[in-house]
């Protein structure tokens, strides 16, 4: 997908027919944004929404906001709808674990061992976008920043500058479901395209390839470490650490780190009993949010993160759900992540 460019040169050598002005005229040296996929015009709404949003950010934060909704665009990778098979489809009990490969035999296990994977049921999809990537720290950092909100962890952030947390390319913590959610629609706020979180079934037809039977959502389907998957482990044991979102190489959709990295919010509500009854068509979870009662817990409502950062063999099966509480925590966890979609049927970009 097309790249976008930076520039910092003056006006006296700028083409406004191709680029947009992000400073006043009196700057010696105007930041200016182009886009191979995203039109002058397109720029400069998101310009004006900026300017209507947050006027009282400076020049300077408004052009990394700027700069993080016209990339937020170019990311999208747009995803033809269709149908498949949603959650445990089996897998040969002979299947090595680190390369399974799916086929049809008499003696069928299940691919995951969480019972709320179960049972498969069809799915049918309309056409939407994902991310590319993870949303990233800076991006994150921008958002909180011209909404008046301090950045993660200041202290830490002033004591551990190198902190895998505070580099700008890593995986941007959250506090809770509401953080993602909150973040992507400040993306639809500035762009007018529906940016949304993915719902789970949405997120689990992009990590299958399109809902092909394949177990983890590398470039291969198998986990090849550190070429694929996991790639600190073998650096300095930091085996839970997350790294730079365009680390590993991208699954045939063209996504990355799906499979490892942080996990990520979904827009649905948690239900373990929700695959046995889910609608076929554009499935987004339970309409109401059950009290779900999980082991060493009290019953309350859970949202679900899809993805993971364990290592352990088996665990990181990308059918697997991790559910958190709804509600907004104080701390903000670096392993729950977001990436953003465009529910709409039609390409972007």
Known sequence: MPTLTRLFQSVSVISLSCVLILSGCNSEADIVVTSDVVSAEKIAEIRANIQKL???????????????????????????GGKFMMGDFGMPCDADPERPVWRETEN????????????????????????????????????????NEPLPKPELREEEPANFQFQPDNPASTRGWQDAKDYCSWLGKLTGYAFDLPTEAQWEFAARNRGQNV????????????????????????????????????????????????????????????YSYSPVNNPEGPEHAPKVKIERRK????????GNWAVEINSNILIRREVRTELLMKKYNPWTGVRCSVQYAHQIN
């Open 54 to 80: 947050h006027p009282d950010a400076d020049s300077e934060l408004q052009a990394k906001v700027l700069d993080t909704a016209v990339r937020a665009i170019e990311d999208m990778v747009f995803i033809e």
């Open 108 to 147: 069928m296990c299940n691919a995951s061992r969480w019972v709320d994977t179960s049972p498969a049921h069809p799915v049918e999809l309309d056409s939407y976008s994902l991310s590319k990537y993870e949303t990233r720290v800076k991006d994150m950092d921008r958002y909180l920043l011209v909404h």
């Open 215 to 274: 177990y983890y959502a590398t470039d291969n389907g198998f986990l090849e470490s550190p070429r694929n998957t996991d790639p600190l482990a073998e650096v300095d044991g930091k085996e839970t650490d997350t790294f730079p979102v365009d680390a590993m190489p991208p699954n045939p959709l063209g996504l990355v780190g799906l499979q490892d990295n942080a996990a990520e919010w979904v827009n649905d509500w948690y239900d373990s009993e929700y």
């Open 299 to 306: 019953p309350q409502e859970y949202r679900i993160l899809r």
